[in-house]
């Protein structure tokens, strides 16, 4: 049986809009003709014309926030306790990796509109067009039109978000995994500013983050190519890089298919 992979994840790069401004990762990038002093300091004699084309080793230093890039958020981000304050909230080093490797479900939001708040009777709605029931371990991949605008300036502010009631819809039935190619699982700030500013109801701010407090669940953002897969049919994994008491951590995602 052949193994099929797609991509799920971005890079990690500069001078491409993928977070709001002073946010951005930022790269120092050591060339291989600029390294061999460096090299040289450890072996006492050697000189660059011993080396092969006068070259060292090519290195980057990063200066980086945890959720730059494609990353996985743990429940620690969203609340520093969940099920309701019974428990602290798990962070990115306890995540329980038998759950890292399991089937996905993609939800098609793209034609919602930007800054809306999708509810649970909109998840019950695509679930039932696509034809597919929920089982416990799903990992649960949201589409949205920010996909199609990743790298540009607009991204940060575009496709719909997860509300609470959406959240706990999955959480509840056993998802413990879900993810969006958006820059955050709620709504862009932008909308959210403006219906706080109409409202001023602190309920609506991070509401699908904040339903972490109740039931714990783990979150995938900035994901890639969502618009590729078809609505299951394939495993995903996502296995987050471990950082010791964090708040998120960094993951290659992948679809792997079975063909």
Known sequence: MARRFVDLSIAIAMDVPSDPAGMEPKIEYTAHADSVSVMASYFPGLESADMPDGEGWASERVTLSTHNGTHMDAPWHFHSTTDNGKRRAPSIDETPLDMCFAPGVKLDFRKLPDGYVATADDVEAELKRIGHELSPGDIVLVNTRAGEVCGQPEF?????????????YLTTRGVRIVGTDAWSWDAPFSHTAKRWAKSRDPKIIWEGHKAGREVPYWQMEKLANLSSLPPFGYDVLCFPVKIKGASAGWSRVVAMFND
Do not use: D, S
């Open 156 to 168: 940060i502010h575009a496709g719909c978000g997860m509300g609470r009631e959406a959240t706990l």
